[in-house]
């Protein structure tokens, strides 16, 4: 089947090739239960079509209520076995987290997978980034990623089981100029995935992280209408030529939290068409 997503924006499009691949079946994913935070859009709801798919239910969180409502409106169109559901917080708000994954137990008795999504770009260099703009970045990027991941886990523990993956980006793994703040924050990701695995790992959590290359969403689009994203650029740097979709980002979240990856924890795992390999 030749892969397509709707909620990939057409101004990114033309690709030179479109990925072309098979959906999978992942086994360990019927009936879970699954938190999707930023699952209104791109590779957030991109994930939640692919667990939905899988036959898990959904509690999505994300900050914008249309595109949350939009997202649920789809899923239950196309996925009408999983039972969806939506809370409106944002994850950079503690107490909003706790009411969320509260939410999430009361909807559902259970919550078995944490898919850790929501984040914000910055790219700018680092002379003009403000006070303001440096703690958005940590707020959304990091801070929200232990807040979420600590309260899925009180819920977790209790059920000594339970899966959690955290976005960070490959961005997390390698550097550049202009782009302080969403490298350091998505390197401390990183770490912070290996340390709550390690810590974890005890009660039966499994805890790793995806690192996406430029994979086609509003996010993307929304620095290339700003001028600040040359697409053509990043697709020519590109080994496969060609930016990511996101329905690639969630067939590598489905293995991770599936019955195939059971021995799989305090990973990073990159899907960026070779870009950080590409070293010249
Ligand atoms: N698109 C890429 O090229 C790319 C590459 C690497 C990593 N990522 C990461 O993937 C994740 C998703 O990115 P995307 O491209 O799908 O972005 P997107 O902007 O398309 O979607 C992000 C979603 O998160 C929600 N959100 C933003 N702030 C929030 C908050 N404070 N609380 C709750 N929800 C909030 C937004 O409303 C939106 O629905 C991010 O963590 C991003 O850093 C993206």
Not at 63 to 91: T, Y
Not at 110 to 116: A, E, H, T
Request: with cysteine; proline share 4%.
């Amino acid at each position: 089947m030749s892969y397509s997503d709707s909620s990939a924006p057409a101004s990114v499009q033309p690709q030179p090739e479109t990925a072309v691949f098979q959906h999978s079946a992942y086994a360990g994913i019927h009936d879970k239960v699954v938190v999707v935070t930023g699952g209104g859009s791109g590779i957030g709801l991109a994930l939640a079509k692919g667990f939905a798919r899988n036959g898990a239910h959904l509690l999505l969180i994300d900050i914008n209520a249309q595109a949350m409502a939009d997202a649920k409106g789809e899923l239950q169109e196309a996925f009408p076995n999983s039972r969806v559901e939506c809370f409106q917080a944002s994850v950079a708000d503690e107490d909003a987290v706790e009411a969320a994954f509260a939410h999430a137990k009361a909807c559902f008795g259970r919550i078995d997978v944490l898919l850790n999504n929501a984040g914000v770009s910055i790219n700018k260099p680092s002379l003009d980034i403000s006070p303001a703009e440096w703690r958005r970045a940590v707020e959304i990027n990091f801070n929200s990623v232990f807040f979420c991941a600590q309260a899925a886990a009180r819920h977790m523990i209790e059920q000594q089981a339970g899966v959690i993956i955290n976005t960070s980006s490959m961005w997390g793994v390698s550097h550049s100029a202009d782009r302080t703040a969403y490298c350091a924050t998505k390197a401390a990701v990183v770490s912070m995935t290996k340390c709550l695995a390690v810590e974890w790992a005890r009660h039966g959590i499994r805890m790793n992280a995806i690192g996406p290359g430029y994979t086609r969403t509003p996010l993307v689009e929304e620095l290339q209408r700003a001028g600040r994203l040359d697409v053509e650029a990043l697709r020519k740097r590109t080994p496969l030529q060609r930016l990511g979709e996101p329905g690639e980002m969630a067939e590598l979240a489905l293995f991770l939290a599936s019955s195939s990856a059971t021995f799989i924890t305090g990973q990073i795992y990159v899907s960026d068409g070779g870009w950080t390999a590409n070293g010249f």
